[in-house]
């Protein structure tokens, strides 16, 4: 009877063999197929509650700033002031008065008579002949023969002149009258007269007026 046979060197081990395995130390060992589906499933239980959590977070704000814009849309609004102010009382510009009125030569006056625009505004002394002083003039206004110094007769009054003051101060007046009046010098002015032609003529505004004689 021959004896069994040795297994060659380095053969492997008959699946009928009930020998441990030996592993090098420090290999890594297989796991079973149910551990990895555990682990699996934790995870992904992990990362769906982390998910709902996150939305639910989301959720939450988004209602919490609704609201509060919903509260401050339906606040009542803050009521506005009005102030009134109390305008200040009416002024009442009162006009300087004239200055002194100063004594002029006949020349002067036929400067001014020229041209009154160069001597708007100056006060002088005059004296003259009242030509018009009726319904066609009215009650403040009277045409005169005027001249800057007084004259002994009543034509030698010769620039045409209207003159302007209150009614008060011309009251006394009729035509024909002789005067001294202190004035200020106004701009010219222009009328028809009774040939159909036009007239310009130096205008005066009165401050002071006295009667001094009559031509009659």
Known sequence: MNPTPSSPEGAENSPH??????????????????????????????????????????????????????????????????????????????????????????????????????????????????TQFDSGTGLTTFRANVDGTRQGRWYDYQTNTLLTGEREAVADLVQGDLFRAEVVVGQPYSYTNTMGGSTTVPTLTITTVTRTGSAD
């Open 17 to 130: 063999d009930a020998s441990p395995v030996h592993r090098p130390e420090g290999a890594r060992r297989d796991r079973p197929v149910w551990h990895w589906m555990v682990v699996s499933s934790a995870v992904t239980a992990v990362v769906v509650t982390t998910v709902v959590v996150a939305v639910m977070s989301a959720g939450g704000g988004g209602g919490t700033a609704t609201a509060s814009a919903d509260t401050r849309s339906s606040a009542t609004p803050a009521p506005v002031r009005t102030t009134t102010r109390t305008p200040p009382p009416p002024t009442t510009t009162v006009a300087p008065p004239p200055a002194p009125a100063r004594e002029i030569s006949s020349r002067d006056w036929q400067k001014i008579a020229r041209d009154p625009n160069s001597h708007l505004g100056d006060s002088i002394v005059v004296h003259g002949h009242v």
